[in-house]
């Protein structure tokens, strides 16, 4: 009889003692999940970043997204004499290739002349011109809802060497077709032969 009612007494405690340890491990189960659900979201968000910056520079080298571009290139002639060719329109046909014609309304530019240009076909596009500090600097806005700017700026390196920095971008949309150092190194070209000058 003890040995029955001490068995009896033993088993519920072991019951209660499973029972408790049977309560907490839903907890524990849902606290691990938890954790490990936590670190899944953190995962899938960090390569999701890590493919969409991927993306972004992969269409921005393409054109599609590029927003502004930045050329630069040495030009071997004077700051005066890169300043004078590269703002002067008659010459822009000569290294731009898409343009087959560029003229102002007045001569010599300053801040408020209007640049028109047209390639193949016979629209004009239509610029101001928005900084203009001879030998240094000189800017144009197209006279559109594209918002795109170019910016010309000359720095001289030594009294036959020129930096130019090309800089264009719009506000909002995209370049639709942003320049390449083709075109710059042309420039360069034309400028530098020998008999330029004469």
């Known amino acids: 009889m003890l040995q029955k009612l001490t068995q009896h007494e033993v088993y519920p405690v072991n019951y209660c003692c499973f029972s408790k340890f049977h309560l907490k491990l839903p907890l524990l189960i849902n606290k691990e999940f938890n954790l490990m659900l936590k670190k899944l ?3 899938l968000f960090f390569f999701a970043t890590i493919c969409m910056a991927a993306q972004n520079e992969y269409q921005s080298h ?7 571009n930045t050329l630069e290139i040495i030009i071997n002639k004077p700051v005066a004499e890169v300043f004078e060719f590269t703002t002067n329109p008659i010459n822009t046909p000569s290294w731009i290739d898409c343009i087959l014609q560029e003229k102002t309304n007045e001569w010599p530019p300053r801040i408020g002349t209007i640049y ?5 076909s ?14 240094k600097e000189f800017e144009l806005v197209k006279a559109d809802s594209s918002t795109y700017h170019v910016n010309y700026s000359y720095i001289p390196i030594s009294t036959n060497s020129t930096k130019l920095i090309y800089h264009e971008w719009v506000i909002h949309g995209k370049l639709e077709s942003p320049f390449t150092h083709q075109t710059l190194n042309q420039l360069k070209k034309i400028m530098e032969k020998t008999d330029y000058s004469s």
């Open 41 to 43: 979201i953190f995962t």
């Open 62 to 68: 393409n054109g599609e997204i590029m927003k502004e």
């Open 116 to 120: 028109k240009n047209h390639g193949n």
């Open 122 to 135: 016979d629209d004009w596009s239509v610029y101001s011109v928005t900084k203009y500090e001879k030998y």
